[in-house]
């Protein structure tokens, strides 16, 4: 049977339709053409097969879903925020907030680093030395694709991850500062552990530090990660805490 207008198709064939077109268009522009397109927007069913083609749920998906739709674009942006957190790129997209000592370095990950280390492609670190070394990274949640609505309306949890580790032969000292920041650079939020001291002659075990931030207040719009330490032995050379493998991420992870 020909059909000469669209919406003369069954729902569920529109339905299948709107899973292939990009979400943003859908919301900014499909769904301002008449009313039975935005009623079929709105259910929940398109945006539960969208997370299902995506993959951002598997068919056995069991968990409660608040909006489908919110989850479906935390989905689509969950990512690592902070640029070149393993030094790949040397010291791109950091700032050297302190550079004391022999400054901050970019060291390989050894033989049996690499094995002891629970991400296998993690292959360098940054190193501090005998003063303190601190770097810090500014994420623009706006222009990282989180909107002002999103972000206020919804407020995903934040977590925040870093790993830092001593060298066996020399004491050494980790901080960690993280913060949500507002359009004004003010901060709403802060996560600022105690500094770790790791005695000389540890086990040099890397070690993982993680912080979620849940119900803050609306009007985040940047966030703000800083790391170092320094030696506790001010050897010259660079025998303060290693990191690496840093992540600031929004959202629900992928399954």
């Excluded at 077109?21 to 259910?43: E, H, N, T």
């Amino acid at each position: 049977m020909a059909v000469g207008n669209i919406n003369e198709l069954p729902e569920n064939i529109l339905l299948e339709l709107f899973t292939h077109v990009p979400a943003r268009q859908l919301l900014l522009r499909c769904r301002l053409v008449c009313s039975l397109w935005r009623d079929l927007i709105d259910l929940v069913t398109l945006w539960k097969r969208k997370c299902l083609r995506e993959g951002f749920i598997t068919k056995d998906w069991d968990q409660p879903v608040a909006d489908w739709k919110v989850f479906y674009f935390l989905r689509s942006l969950h990512k690592n925020l902070l640029h070149n957190p393993c030094a790949e790129e040397g010291f791109e997209f950091w700032s050297l907030d302190v550079n004391g000592g022999d400054e901050w370095k970019v060291e390989e990950l050894s033989g049996d680093q690499r094995q002891e280390f629970p991400n296998d492609q993690v292959k360098k670190y940054f190193v501090t030395s005998y003063y303190t070394c601190l770097k810090s990274q500014v994420v623009d949640l706006k222009a990282e694709g989180y909107w002002e609505e999103l972000m206020d309306t919804t407020r995903p949890d934040i977590e925040v991850k870093d790993w830092f580790a001593a060298r066996p032969d020399c004491g050494s000292k980790y901080q960690l500062c993280v913060q949500l920041l507002s359009s004004a650079h003010a901060p709403l939020g802060t996560f600022q552990p105690d500094p770790a001291t790791i005695q000389q002659k540890s086990d040099a075990k890397w070690r993982e530090v993680s912080h979620t931030f849940s119900n803050y207040p609306p009007g985040v719009r940047y966030i703000w990660f800083q790391h170092g330490g320094v030696d506790t032995h001010y050897w010259a050379g660079w025998y303060g805490p290693r990191v690496t493998n840093s992540s600031i991420t929004i959202g629900p992870p992928l399954p």
